[in-house]
């Protein structure tokens, strides 16, 4: 076999525009990394407003426009060579680095892999200075009329490389990345206006808001702000401060889509953080639920490293374990503070509740501090999500009986200083001994129920066996080809950001033939029109947002029984006993009675076992023939 020499003369240097196009393809890898590499350069600028607009997903063309300080024309030149920066000088200078851009990579990584045409103007100067390159290519240099400030178009992404182009996505998601990173800027910047464009079409605008939750509101929709309450906890000592909004306990979402973090202004993911504010929500909200939040860490420049991952989404700190502990510490205070207020203004006593031997000395008339029409002393009890789910629970909007589905368990809420409403178990009085043969003997730790059987004995996990007959009950009406629904009194508005407004899209067909009505209502709003008789209309929200984080993880459903399964058992989940709910006897009986008709009685929707037998002959093994 004849041996190949090496070849020492093959290694050589590349050129600066093939250099350049394989740092892009780090640095730029799809439109979304034009978008947010050019926004940072904008807010770095000290622009005040910033107008994106893009066509086919920013493939074809992006353009973005601010008022910031502009450059000369000799910068402009100059900021299109490689590692050309302003912020930095020497390496120590990463230790201090508190703009968003200082590689100097992004301009001329973007202009060599694109049709990249650059105008801007400084204030100094009577007139700008446009620069036009295409694949990496100087093309034209001359002098342009324009405002102070700088305008960036980038048409034709990756021409110049094929292979990177053909692993881009449909424009659809292309589109709801950008507009989401737009999103986060906006949110991370309030004093910024912002404008973004899609095919001519505004997809949102947001002029420069006083403070966060009015551009929270404004982009992510009221109904969100209404949902946070505020932070803002420091630590003197290492000079930590935590700022934003989190969500109010009991508030939740199926994914972390909503739980954006900051680090100095720096949109970034931490998994840090992240477990952070989780651990701290923890009791708080349903487990499988993530808070929203939008919090903003501000630390030294120092204390954090953001030069460990090419597009900078990724930061390490310094010290990982105090910046978890004041995170959840701060979290944890707040939320404290906010359930205490509530219980506060909760149990005050209005004036018009005190009664009239309470005071000594007839006192002028006075205005009563709250209002009479909802006085804090007559506290509301809210139906428990097990009531929630049944027709006889919800007065308000009253459901349709099914007729062939087994009823749930009726639960009861725990006694308290305020009696709680009996909900009466089924309409038809279940009688003592079931046609099942099982005999009730007691209950134990409001866990488990103890029954005589013919066999022998069964211990009836109740929360497992409730979570077998709700899912059972809901799943055969979900498989209905024509079940039957309840219009809403007052539509429900739904408003989704574009990645899950897309995947809800998808899905309308589907979903509306379920007994559901749900109808677009603009942009990235929805509107529920009605509901599946099984669905309480409280929880249809929730159901729906559920289904559409289930798309989205796994990128569609062909078979209907596939798409709602797992939303069904989490339906079924939230609304089974718990332990802080009270049986009767009469209803314990009645669940085993329905367990014992479900199809798969044996485990929950989980594959949890519902019950355990020991039949007699295996207590005789156990203790031995007399």
């Known amino acids: 076999m004849q041996a190949f020499p090496r070849n020492m003369s093959s290694i050589r240097i590349l050129s600066d525009r093939v250099a350049n196009q394989i740092a892009a393809g780090e640095v730029i890898e799809r439109p979304v990394a034009v978008v947010k590499e050019l926004v940072e350069n904008c807010i770095d ?180 702000a209404d949902d946070l309450i505020p932070v803002d906890v420091s630590d003197p000592k290492t000079g930590f401060r935590l700022t934003g909004l989190t969500a109010k306990p009991g508030v939740g979402r199926s994914t972390r889509r909503e739980l954006v973090t900051l680090v100095n202004r720096r949109p970034v993911d931490s998994r840090t953080l992240s477990l952070a504010v989780l651990d701290a929500y923890h009791g708080r909200i349903q487990k499988g639920r993530f808070p929203p939040a939008f919090l903003f860490l501000e630390i030294k420049p120092q204390e954090v490293d953001v030069n460990v991952h090419p597009a900078k989404r990724e930061v ?56 009479k029409t909802t006085p804090a002393v007559k506290v509301a009890v809210l139906p428990t999500p097990s009531q929630a789910i049944r027709p006889a629970a919800t007065p308000a909007a009253p459901k349709v009986a099914l007729r062939t589905a087994p009823q749930p368990v009726a639960c009861t809420p725990e006694p308290s200083a305020t009696p709680a409403p009996v909900v009466t178990p089924a309409p038809t009085p279940a009688p003592k001994k079931t046609t099942s043969g099982w005999r009730l003997i007691t209950l134990l730790k409001k866990r488990y129920a103890l029954f005589d059987t013919t066999r022998g004995l069964v211990m009836l996990h109740l929360r497992h066996a409730d979570q077998r007959v709700r899912f059972e009950r809901i799943s055969k009406e979900f498989k209905d080809e024509t079940p039957p629904s309840q219009r809403l009194l007052i539509p429900h508005p739904l408003e989704f950001e574009p990645l899950a407004s897309e995947a809800l899209k998808s899905q309308l067909k589907q979903l509306n033939a379920q007994g559901f009505q749900v109808e677009e209502f603009g942009r990235n709003f929805y509107r529920i029109e009605a509901v599946p008789t099984w669905l309480s209309p409280e929880q249809a929200e929730s159901f729906i947002r559920d289904l559409v984080d289930l798309v989205r993880q796994r990128g569609g459903m062909r078979k209907q029984t596939a798409l709602g399964w797992e939303a069904v058992a989490r339906l079924a989940v939230e609304g089974s006993y718990r332990r802080s709910d009270s049986l009767t006897e009469q209803a314990v009986e009645q669940l085993a009675k329905d367990l014992l008709a479900c199809e798969t009685p044996h485990t929950s929707p989980f594959g949890k076992p519902t019950f355990s037998e020991v039949s007699w002959g295996e207590w005789e093994r156990r203790f031995g023939s007399d």
């Open 45 to 224: 600028a000290g622009a005040t407003r910033i107008e994106v607009e893009f066509r086919n997903g920013g493939k074809s063309y992006i353009r973005i426009e601010d008022n910031g300080k502009g450059m000369s024309p000799d910068e402009a030149l100059l900021c299109l060579e490689r590692h050309a920066t302003s912020k930095i000088r020497e390496a120590a200078d990463l230790n201090e680095v508190c703009s968003f851009g200082f590689r100097g990579e992004a301009l001329p990584s973007i202009a060599s892999v694109s049709k990249f045409t650059l105008r801007t103007r400084a204030k100094e100067w009577d007139h700008g200075t446009e620069i036009l390159i295409n694949g990496g290519k100087m093309i034209d240099k001359k002098d342009c009329g324009m405002p102070v400030g700088t305008v960036i178009e980038v048409a034709h992404l990756f021409n110049s490389v094929p292979a990177r182009r053909k692993f881009l996505k449909t424009d659809p998601t292309e589109t709801a990345h950008i507009t989401y990173n737009c999103r986060l800027f906006a949110v991370a910047h309030p004093n910024v206006a912002f404008r973004v464009l899609e095919n001519g079409r505004t997809v949102f605008q947001s002029p420069a808001c006083e403070n966060l939750r009015d551009r929270i509101a404004e982009i992510w929709g009221r109904s969100l």
């Open 316 to 371: 390490r700190f310094r010290d990982d374990g105090a910046i978890r502990r004041f995170v959840l510490n701060a979290v944890t205070e707040t939320l404290a503070a906010s359930r205490a207020d509530d219980i506060a203004q909760t149990i005050a006593p209005s004036p018009a509740t005190i009664p009239e031997e309470s005071t000594s000395k007839p006192e002028p008339k006075a205005k009563p501090s709250l209002p």
